[in-house]
């Protein structure tokens, strides 16, 4: 199944925007799930290390992973909430997601919840490292969680425990 | 009678950005609003937009009517909410509107039709049981009003505006039970149907309402799936109990105002109905009536800006205004119309343009 017909990518079209595994192994690093020629470019806006161009407004994202140095400035500006940065260098067996989430109430740090993948279905738990909720993610938080290795290119969202 | 030398009819993002470039320019500008407030659609538009800085992307819809009335509101533009037009009148070139419980009318030279777009409605049995709402109203409810509408929902329809309110209807604590849509394809942005998806919920493509049951409100909803070519496919109905069924099956241009000043019209469906004729500048074949937004073809709040850019500075053009910045603008609204317009998602938009899009319009 295709994004146009389920509204989630294929193996396929993810493998367009995986970053390179030489990249992963060095630290954080974007992933930009756009796979849609749509009229936006606040990525290429809010990124300072030129790492993300959109050269004419209709184009995908150009991503120069090597450029990108993990900052996700990025991530609460992409209307489509379609950026997530990726730390495979965490720890030896953890892997730190970054993930913008819209919903209340907000995770707090230090609590488990629930890592869901690009379906909603359940992977197992996360640990909630940091929510940034400032003005500048203007009330789009950005919550970096950490997960079993495994799960770095499956996890794209949770689930707070109530 | 007042004498206007602009009226500026609907103060969504297409009639909020005319007022605004009109004004500027220098001509003496009076914007009637229905609503008690001004921003048209964008006031519950919760989600961040999308297109560049110039049309407020990443900012959200709900934020952008202030840097606008802002603007206008400084620049000495008539702003008259609860005020519903109600007719223009060709022969002495009148335009009518209610307010207050009273009839009055102004007599302008140029006219800007910003009355945006009404939604499409689905017939099936039992349609009008409460319960069954156009997604507008769900988004007003929720977003203007702090209501929550139900506490299980069956969305209809996965274009953009079908799928941002099922994730604002789970942002408000609704349960989204699934989504169905007609056609083999989810014609929405993927990303936006990337959003619901990992918050669990499904997409049915292919897929209907057949009649909606309850005794005084929706309690059960019975879908049947259909063939590609939308024919139903008995055996395949199931049910889905809701209390809340949202119709999203698109939008057609709002025009009674430019079919009753004789502009004439074209049927396009690529822009979701019936829509004026009109030049690159927005100018309808009536020479005083100009048109923006979704009453002239249904796309984006971002085009709607830019065309009520565009239409704001030519009807100022008119009288001569020119705050010496006019080629400019122009030349750059233009510009960001062919921009935005240029990919590959919007064929549909430049395919229907074409049918409408008239070099010199006909007197």
Redesign the interface.
């Given at each position: 199944m295709t994004l146009i017909k389920s509204g989630v990518p294929s193996r396929d079209e993810l493998s367009t925007v995986i970053p390179p595994r030489q990249k992963l192994e060095k630290g954080p690093v974007v992933v930009v799930e756009c796979f849609q020629e749509i009229p936006c470019n606040p990525c290429e806006t809010a990124c300072k290390q030129e790492a993300i161009r959109v050269p004419n407004i209709n184009d995908l994202p150009i991503v120069d992973h090597e450029l990108c140095n993990g900052c996700s400035l990025c991530i609460s500006k992409c209307p489509g909430l379609a950026i997530f940065v990726i730390d495979e260098t965490y720890s030896p067996n953890e892997v730190l997601v970054k993930i913008p989430y819209e919903f209340l109430p907000l995770p707090e740090e230090g609590d488990i919840v629930t890592a869901l993948d690009r379906e909603g279905k359940v992977l197992g738990d996360a640990r909630v490292l940091k929510v940034q909720d400032g003005k500048y993610q203007d009330r789009t938080a950005v919550i970096s969680i950490t997960v079993a290795k495994d799960f770095s290119m499956e996890v794209r969202n949770i689930k707070v425990r109530g | 009678m007042k004498n206007r030398e602009i009226a500026v009819i609907g103060g969504g993002p297409a009639g909020l950005t005319a007022a605004l470039y009109a004004s500027r320019m220098g001509a003496e500008v009076t914007l009637l609003e229905r609503h008690s407030i001004a921003g048209g659609q964008l006031v519950k538009q919760t989600?961040?937009?999308?297109?560049?800085?110039k049309q407020y992307?990443?900012?959200?819809g709900i934020d952008i009517p202030q840097y606008l009335l802002e603007e206008i509101e400084r620049q000495g533009v008539e702003i008259l909410l609860d005020a519903n037009v109600l007719g223009y009148y060709t022969e002495d070139g009148v335009l009518g509107y209610e307010k207050d419980k009273k009839f009055h009318v102004l007599k302008p030279e140029r006219i800007i039709v910003g009355t945006g777009a009404t939604e499409n409605v689905l017939p099936f049995a039992n349609n009008d049981l409460p319960g069954i709402y156009g997604a507008g109203a769900v988004q007003t409810l929720m977003n203007e009003y702090g209501i929550v509408p139900g506490n299980k929902a069956l969305m209809v329809g996965?274009g953009n505006i079908g799928l941002i309110i099922s994730y604002q209807l789970?942002?408000a604590g609704v349960e989204v039970k699934e989504i169905i849509v007609r056609g083999?394809?989810?014609r929405g942005?993927?990303?936006?149907?990337?959003?619901?998806?990992?918050?669990?919920?499904p997409?049915n493509?292919c897929c209907t309402v057949k009649s909606a049951h309850g005794n005084t409100c929706l309690e059960k909803v019975t879908t049947i799936n259909l063939t590609e070519n939308r024919e139903p496919i008995p055996g395949t109905e199931r049910e889905v109990d809701v209390d809340l069924l949202c119709i999203s099956t698109g939008l057609s241009p709002l025009t009674e105002l430019l079919w009753q000043a004789g502009c004439q019209m074209e049927y396009v469906a690529e822009l979701g109905g019936h829509v004026p004729l009109r030049d690159k500048n927005m100018r309808t074949s009536q020479e005083s009536i100009f048109v923006a937004g979704d009453a002239s073809g249904i796309e984006e709040a971002?085009m709607a800006m830019v065309e009520g850019m565009l239409a704001g500075l030519c009807a100022a053009r008119d009288f001569g205004y020119d705050d010496g910045m006019f080629n400019e603008l122009h030349y750059d609204a233009i510009m960001q119309l062919n921009?935005?317009?240029?990919?590959?998602?919007?064929e549909k938009i430049r395919k229907g343009l074409k049918e409408c899009l008239v070099k010199e319009v006909i007197r």
């Open positions: - | 989600h961040k937009f999308f297109g560049s800085q992307a990443a900012t959200r996965a789970m942002q083999p394809i989810i942005y993927g990303v936006h149907a990337s959003k619901v998806r990992r918050m669990g919920v997409i493509t971002s921009e935005l317009r240029s990919g590959e998602d919007s």
